[in-house]
């Protein structure tokens, strides 16, 4: 069939308007096909469909090629619309989406760039429609009844949607999409991405390793997951590790051979929200199960509520266990769990004090800088002194010497260095942990980078 024929004879109409048509067709004549009841059924056959729709009806929208035009009816009826590239995995460059409103969505890029879509979604209803068939992915309903939710795709896809009457109807949804670790970024990119010197990386990995529990800080998209989920992966496949996370499941642990059989040893979980509490899962009745599973390490994705408590506890009791806060500092790390853990009400305010120092002896913070680039400022120890007395010993920071704004960039100039070394008290846990002479040495030694 000659396409030229149809563009020299062709009825121009808008995107909008030819979109509708297509929608009525489908959903007239290929109802089961757009309902997914023949799984067989794949892309190729719904464009076959509306590319015969198209050219049977001699349509033509301005400035879009007749293939091009079938794809992005594809995209609009039955994918996401222009967020497809992002969403089914064919660019794996950026790393959050945010649609502040139907007709300003930005793209950040792994490198840290921030850039305005070259489209937009053509009104407040269409934005809500697409975000409606994203969330059904994860089973989830958004309306008015419930505007706030949170849902995910391919379980590295964490979508979280503030819809009307919360945020303004002339705006119509707002929306958070971030892909965690779309890299797999591992100790070397770190490295080129300057996010920390190899002697910290060995360090935090080789103390959670031999038993030591930690508790990160950090805003949200400074890279806490994605260094968290990293130290995790580099335990010895043959210890277990429990994974806690709220609603959605970020980390992707399980390691496979080349014969397609598991070799590590993770179990994966995530709490569930309902409006019957019998039904709710919470971060405590998880860890409450994930101690009857005799875990060598736990993952508790994030503190955030009372669940502080549990975790502090898990730690205390001879479990390894690695946690997110929210707090601005490695000092403000233990103000903020101690916070957290208050909302039981269960000890005093020193006691619980002690009890946390003792259950996260480490801490770290990692900051996005005006740059865009990540890094680990500062990793801290805590010791306990006695006569409910701490002492917060910097063990690594990074110094800035020079903030300057080139062609409208900042550019940040600066060092890591090495302030102490691990306590005494730490290395000799370590040494009860069965740490390789060696490798304490190693970590315990070193010096300015």
Not at 183 to 211: C, H, I, P, Q, V
Not at 331 to 355: H, M, V, W
Request: proline share 3%.
């Amino acid at each position: 069939m000659d396409r030229e024929l149809f563009r020299t004879s062709g009825r121009q109409i808008k995107f909008p308007e030819l979109l509708d048509r297509v929608q009525k067709f489908l959903s007239t004549d290929y109802s089961g096909l757009m309902n997914g009841e023949n799984p067989a059924n794949t892309k190729e056959q719904i464009c076959s469909y509306i590319k015969q729709y198209i050219l049977s009806n001699k349509f033509e929208v301005e400035n879009i090629p007749t293939d091009k035009l079938v794809n992005r009816m594809y995209e609009e009826t039955s994918d996401f619309s222009f967020l497809t590239p992002y969403l089914r995995g064919g660019n794996k460059e950026w790393e959050e989406i945010n649609i502040n409103r139907w007709d300003d969505t930005k793209i950040t890029y792994c490198g840290g760039s921030v850039v305005r879509s070259e489209q937009q979604f053509m009104s407040p209803e269409h934005a809500e429609h697409i975000i409606q068939r994203i969330l059904r992915k994860s089973g989830i309903i958004l309306d008015q009844s419930r505007p706030l939710v949170r849902g995910h795709l391919n379980n590295n896809i964490r979508v979280t949607v503030i819809g009307r009457p919360i945020v303004d109807s002339d705006a119509g949804i707002s929306v958070s999409i971030r892909y965690i670790n779309p890299k797999k970024l591992g100790r070397d990119d770190f490295l080129r991405n300057g996010m920390a010197t190899g002697e910290m990386l060995d360090l935090l990995s080789t103390l959670y390793r031999y038993g030591i529990s930690i508790c990160l800080a950090g805003a949200t998209g400074t890279g806490k997951t994605t260094i968290m989920g990293w130290i995790l992966s580099v335990l010895p496949d043959f210890k277990r590790v429990f994974t806690i996370e709220n609603t959605t499941r970020e980390f992707d642990l399980t390691k496979y051979d080349g014969a397609g059989h598991v070799v590590n040893n993770v179990i994966h979980t995530v709490t569930r929200e309902s409006d019957d509490p019998q039904q709710c899962v919470t971060e405590q009745m998880l860890l409450e199960q994930a101690l009857t599973f005799d875990p060598d390490y736990i993952c508790m994705a994030e503190m955030k509520g009372s669940e502080a408590f549990e975790t502090q506890e898990a730690a205390r009791t001879g479990h390894a266990v690695i946690s997110t806060i929210h707090a601005k500092s490695c000092a403000d790390i233990y103000d903020r769990i101690l916070d957290l853990c208050s909302l039981k009400g269960l000890l005093s305010g020193e006691l619980l004090k002690s009890s946390i120092v003792k259950a996260f002896p480490i801490t770290f913070f990692v900051k996005k800088m005006e740059d865009s680039v990540r890094r680990i400022t500062e990793i801290c120890e805590c010791e306990d002194i006695g006569d409910g007395k701490y002492k917060l010993h910097t063990l690594y920071r990074f110094k800035t010497e020079s903030n300057k704004v080139i062609s409208g960039k900042t550019v940040v100039s600066g060092k890591f260095e090495k302030v102490a070394s691990i306590s005494q008290k730490l290395q000799q846990e370590l040494r009860d942990n069965n740490i390789p002479d060696d490798v304490l040495k190693k970590i315990a030694g070193g010096g300015e980078n």
